[in-house]
Nanobody
Framework: QVQLVDSGGGLVQVGGSLRLSCAAS????????MAWFRQGPGKEREFVAG????????YYADSVKGRFTISRDNAKNTVYLQMNSLKPEDTAVYYC?????????????????WGQGTQVTVSS
């Protein structure tokens, strides 16, 4: 089992940057694939980015490709989401998610564990 704590959200202007962090408890962090999802006002939770247990494979939603970068540090039990060139439509609560095994969760129902979420607001 793993517990996740999201942080790093905030208010930023259009074109700005933020880095989200997700700290995981437990000693087997490297056994989990990780992902970031987001949920905007009145919208369903959607996949943003995912990363394999080793960090060697990453996947992104088309809407964030070239702007967001997911990474992980297994020694620190932490996964990151670097967000650049932020747009108003990126405004959402961002959630870290984890799944044991090799499948990277790209749908919410594929994720076994969730962080509490961190609010990102992009002002124009």
């Amino acid at each position: 089992q793993v517990q996740l704590v999201d942080s790093g959200g905030g208010l930023v202007q259009v074109g700005g940057s933020l880095r989200l962090s997700c700290a995981a408890s437990g000693r087997t962090f490297s056994a989990y694939t990780m992902a970031w999802f987001r949920q905007g006002p009145g919208k369903e939770r959607e996949f943003v980015a995912g990363i394999s247990w080793s960090g060697g494979s990453t996947y992104y939603a088309d809407s964030v490709k070239g702007r967001f970068t997911i990474s992980r540090d297994n020694a620190k039990n932490t996964v990151y989401l670097q967000m650049n060139s932020l747009k108003p439509e990126d405004t959402a609560v961002y959630y870290c998610a984890a799944r044991s095994g090799v499948v990277i969760p790209t749908r919410a129902e594929q994720s076994s564990y969730w962080g509490q979420g961190t609010q990102v607001t992009v002002s124009s």
